[in-house]
């Protein structure tokens, strides 16, 4: 069982707020990903991260920013969110290239 | 590079009825190839995965053949059920797909009716 952990799992916020979404995992995985998942399901990679203090841009352009300052844990923040970030957020940990762990997942939603 | 593509869905079955969902990939070399599976709600899980070619993941009464001639690793069942109903995404992890590990195909919904 994957002990990977997003919080909140739902969250409704008005534009121009700060928001932070939370993941931690508890199994030591190096590297971590946050994923966009549009309503037609696609998913998007928008971070990565191999390590403490190593964080990447994905494939696709996001306003949102990241950090690693512990293994277990890569927030994803957006400073000033807008009705275009509504989306559904994953986050992901893996040990090796063949296995990506995910967690639950934030559905956010900018009124 | 690396890409996937599935079968669009959604794919609407009754119970016990067979399930093909189709996957083809393009890679550089000898990818590894997954499929994971959606619930409604939930992040995404592994379902099956296969490393090598000719090799067949299994679990949960689904299979997938890793065929390299044809480039295509399709998801089976031979009996569905109500509670298969989800999203499924077959990725590869390869050599072009570097630090990103995974690159996704755009999933398939599966509804089974009962």
């Known amino acids: 069982e994957a002990d990977i952990y997003q919080t909140p799992r739902y969250l409704v916020i008005g534009t121009g707020k700060k928001i932070t979404l939370e993941c931690s995992q508890t199994?030591?995985?190096?590297?971590m990903y946050w994923y966009q998942q549009d309503p037609g399901m696609e998913l998007h990679l928008i971070h990565y991260s191999y390590g403490v203090n190593s964080t990447e841009k994905g494939d696709l352009s996001s306003e949102s920013t990241v950090s690693r300052i512990r293994t277990e844990h890569f927030p994803l923040t957006l400073e000033s969110a807008r009705p275009s970030h509504t989306s559904q957020y994953l986050c992901a940990s893996s040990a090796n290239p063949n296995e990506q762990f995910f967690g639950p997942g934030t559905r956010l939603t900018v009124l | 590079g690396n890409s996937v593509t599935q079968m669009e869905g959604p794919v609407t079955l009754s119970e016990e009825a067979f399930l093909t969902i189709n996957c083809t990939y393009t890679?550089?070399?000898?990818?590894?190839l997954f499929w994971y599976v959606q619930y409604p709600g939930e992040g995404l899980q592994l379902l099956l995965k296969a490393t090598k070619a000719d090799d067949k993941g299994s679990n949960k009464g689904f299979e997938a053949t890793y065929r390299k001639e044809t480039t295509s690793f399709h998801l089976e069942k031979g009996s569905v059920q109500v509670s298969d109903s989800a999203v499924y995404f077959c990725a590869l992890s390869g050599k072009d797909t570097g630090r990103r590990a995974l690159t996704f195909g755009s999933g398939t919904r599966l509804q089974v009716q009962p």
């Open positions: 199994m030591g995985h190096d590297k």
């Open positions: 890679a550089t070399g000898y990818p590894s």
